[in-house]
């Protein structure tokens, strides 16, 4: 992508997406399939030729980040995982940078941690959700809490270091006490990384049918922003630093993928119904396999919708992504990009949540303030459709 003023912004990093699970999430609506009885290894092969027509048509240096997601990329047996690094690494401009896998507790034995470490993936993101094996139950997770013991361990034998866990609050039936049991239990892992999202119904999923139904226990607002705090104030109490509304690392291990989501950099799609944004275009894949499939084999870009990015949309999407961000937007970045100064396009939405002591101004920089990171959704709406 290049803006008026010329500043050019080149693809740094790739997601893959894997859509095949063994069993599905009553929360989850991501793209994916049962894995029983799937063209796996054909789903595989046309993922690396998108790879190779995807690269051919961008000039790109190296990638500094890969990221593996899902759907469960660990569903896959040890040789297909195999097939699945060879067709990246011999595809995709990567040779040193952050390389992570997707992972389900309990899913990652020996060999295949062996296979990824071989191929040069040097970190694993686990989905825990939860320590409590009756909220695991509930929300339609296979594995128990010993699985997550036991994975990680794994994992840290092979010789992974960098490794995170996902956790998710306000499920059904949840309190506040579980979810500090849950905090504490990740935390005393002691790993690097942390991430924490609060459960959002998403249609097409069980938790929508039921919640329609009314037979769906959420925990009220209240208990939800109290789960929040809890979530910041144990993480500072075990040294970790929140560098995102919902992620929080020890120095140096902040997700340098997910930053590049952040920052509004462009970032290849790559998979059935994954999401890229390249060229100042962002697109989407076909999301069933057979529609996803067919144009690669054609030797067609396997996109079923694109979208080219207005400069006054990218100015938005660079207030409410960056934003997310604990160190905020910085202004310089901006105004290299754009041509101009944040202010003189957004003081009147700036003024009104600085008046709510939302942000904070600096001479650098915008930032939510620890309020503000409450009420994070509010605050970004107010930067949407004001150009």
């Known amino acids: 992508m290049i803006d008026t003023k010329g500043w050019i912004q080149l693809v740094k990093s790739a997601y893959i997406h894997i859509p095949f699970c063994e069993h599905i999430c009553h929360y989850c609506d991501f793209n994916k399939f049962f894995l029983e ?15 190779k027509m995807r690269v051919r048509n961008q000039a790109s240096e190296q990638l500094e980040t890969i990221f593996v997601g899902g759907g469960t990329p660990t569903a896959l047996n040890a040789n297909q995982l195999d ?10 401009p ?22 990824l470490k071989d191929h040069g993936v040097n970190r694993l993101s686990f989905g825990v959700q939860s320590f409590n094996n009756d909220l695991l139950k509930g929300i339609g997770r296979t594995h128990k809490s010993e699985d997550v013991y036991s994975s990680i361990e794994a994992a840290q034998k092979v010789g992974f270091t960098n490794i995170s866990i996902d956790l998710i609050y306000s ?4 309190t506040e006490e579980d979810f500090q049991d849950t905090l504490r239990k990740a935390l005393d892992l002691n790993l690097p990384h942390y991430s924490a999202y609060s459960l959002i119904v998403e249609p097409k999923t069980v938790f929508y049918n039921l919640m329609r139904k009314g ?7 209240e208990q939800e922003a109290n789960m929040y705090e809890i979530l910041i104030d144990t993480m500072e109490e075990y040294g970790l630093n929140q560098y995102e509304i919902s992620n929080f690392a020890k120095k140096g291990y902040e997700s340098k993928h997910n930053l590049v989501y952040w920052d509004n950099d462009e970032y290849y799609g790559l998979g059935a119904g994954a999401h890229g944004y390249i060229n100042g275009v962002r697109y ?3 999301g069933p396999l057979k529609k996803y499939m067919e144009p690669i084999q054609q030797g067609k870009a396997p996109t079923i919708q694109e979208h080219h990015v207005t400069k006054g949309e990218m100015m938005e999407e660079e207030m409410f992504l960056g934003l997310r961000k604990v160190d905020g937007v910085n202004k310089a970045v901006f105004e290299r990009k754009f041509g101009c100064s944040i202010e003189s396009v957004f003081q009147s939405s700036i003024e009104k949540m600085k008046d709510r002591n939302l942000i ?11 309020q503000g990171r409450f009420l994070g959704n509010e605050v ?3 930067f949407l459709g004001v150009i």
Do not use: W
């Open 37 to 51: 009885g799937q063209p796996v290894d054909e789903y595989i092969t046309r993922l690396g030729e998108e790879m």
């Open 83 to 92: 097939k699945l690094c060879t067709e990246i690494n011999t595809h995709l």
């Open 94 to 115: 990567f040779e040193t940078g952050e390389f992570t896998f997707e992972a389900n507790p309990g899913d990652l034995s020996e060999d295949k941690l062996r296979v």
């Open 171 to 174: 499920l059904p039936k949840q």
């Open 215 to 221: 037979n769906l226990p959420l925990p009220s607002q």
């Open 284 to 286: 989407s894949n076909y």
């Open 360 to 370: 904070t101004v600096s001479e650098n920089s915008i930032c939510l303030t620890k």
């Open 380 to 382: 970004f709406q107010s």
